[in-house]
């Protein structure tokens, strides 16, 4: 099952995506709502949203396209409170990513792969091959930690079509096409997955590459998600595609993978390694946590500029997620802190 979030100016919507229409819900404003619903009563999701979907019907072309006078959202917020959500990730968790970074840094090829002596590795490729050792843990028990990274609460989130922005201090923006859970912390304080979403986990790559101690700056950008939620998908081998388009070609495209049978760390023990945290685990609070990327642009020689449209397609997870992107104008004018006297 699917769902998308809907809105036409103040009026919102969640629906249930029947190809080609959508389904709108009664009595429900957003996925958020509706999980709390499910959780209160101990109710499962898709039985709940299947009952609800009796209101009217849309034409899912006209909205995907922006061709109606409801546009699609984000299909997880929390529509009062973006504070509420927690945007995070993880890196190196793909068989692909350590070749990513690699590039990225311009780690010697001799010294990333000749053999698994930690002294010849440089930091990246280390905690990559612990996680090709140790990352996927027997039931019961607890791998290594992966990478670990913040992106920002829920304004940092954009939805299908939503421009992503590369800030004017910024150095590069590039995109990382991933999946990504969603997850909702009960009044108990137990995380409960509700799916996964198509992700575009945008990062500014040249920043990082300066210095891998730049990775917590260069991740607090926007993202984007969707366009839809997909309940209790397949994450084993999920194949996909992302595309670069420039003045309405496609500029860079190159295939991707991700599931677990392509990641050096499993579902479970990057779910544990996440909410290990009593802080993460905040009654009420709604957590997207980005699995981590096998392949970018990036590292290839791309490097996007306004005007440009990633686009990130996964098999099973909907119809596909478009940004444009918007670079601002350079400026060095400080931030200036005030004084409360």
Known sequence: ????????????????????????????KSIYELAQCCLERVESITRKAEEFATGETLTYDDVYRGNSAWRLLAP??????????????TGLTHLGSAQQRQAMHLIDQKAATSNNDDAMLTDSMK??????????????????????????????IRAHLEALDIPAYAEDGGEEAELAGVYLVSGSGVPFRLGMVQGNEFSDHAFERRNYLNLAGS???????????????????????????????????????????????????????????????????????????????????????????????????????????????????????????
């Open 219 to 341: 991740k607090l950008r926007d993202c984007s998600i969707g366009p839809e939620l997909v309940l209790e998908p397949e994450f084993k081998d999920v194949k996909g595609e992302v595309r670069i388009e420039r003045d309405g070609r496609t500029l860079w495209k190159k295939s991707i993978a991700s599931g677990e049978d392509n990641m050096c760390h499993s579902l479970t023990n990057l779910e544990h390694h996440h909410f290990k945290f009593a802080g993460h685990r905040q009654p009420g609070t709604l957590h997207i946590h980005f699995f981590g990327a096998d392949t970018l642009s990036f590292s290839e020689g791309i490097a996007l500029q306004g005007g440009d449209i990633a686009e990130i397609k996964f098999e099973g997870f909907g119809r596909s997620l478009r940004n444009p992107i918007y670079q601002e104008n350079k400026q060095a004018v400080p931030i200036r802190v005030c004084v409360l006297k």
């Open 127 to 156: 905690m990559f091959h612990w996680g090709v050792k140790r990352g996927r843990p027997a039931d019961g028990e607890i791998g290594i930690a992966p990478e670990w990274f913040y992106k920002g609460d829920g304004s940092s």
């Open 1 to 28: 099952m699917r769902l998308v979030q809907i809105r036409n100016g103040t009026e919102r919507r969640v629906a249930l995506v029947d190809e080609p229409n959508l389904r709108c819900l009664a009595g429900v």
């Open 76 to 89: 997880i917020d929390v529509p009062s409170s973006p504070s509420r959500v927690f945007v995070s990730g």
